[in-house]
């Protein structure tokens, strides 16, 4: 497996999770890491990406909610999700996306995060 996403479940309106992402391979080899959801009946999206100088770039709708952050030596991913809201609900995944649009990893399984109203 190179890529295992945890940290999902079920909260409520308002709660927090926090992500993560193991991989099997030493993440400071590729420039961008990222964050994806994927809900039924749609294409998976862009949450929240980190590149390898730190800076970061969320969703509109993620923006003041959630922060990914690496930690290099672990080869981690993290993705903190505060004020979690219903729409925030689907399966989590992270891979690293590559310059032909595609992505370096085949998906992992994904972290399913499920929000109650």
């Known amino acids: 497996v190179q890529l295992q996403a945890s940290g999902g479940g079920l909260v409520q309106d308002g709660g927090s999770l926090r992500l993560s992402c193991a991989v099997t391979r030493s993440i400071s080899r590729f420039k961008v890491w990222g964050w994806y959801r994927q809900t039924s009946g749609k294409q998976r999206e862009m949450v929240a990406t980190?590149?390898?100088?730190?800076?970061?770039n969320s969703a509109e709708s993620a923006k003041g909610r959630f922060a990914i952050s690496q930690d290099d030596g672990k080869n981690m991913v993290y993705l903190q999700m505060n004020d979690l809201k219903p729409e925030d609900t689907g399966a989590y995944y992270c891979n690293a996306p590559n310059p032909s649009g595609g992505y370096y990893f085949n998906w992992g399984q994904g972290t399913q995060v499920t929000v109650s109203s």
């Open positions: 980190i590149n390898n100088g730190g800076i970061t």
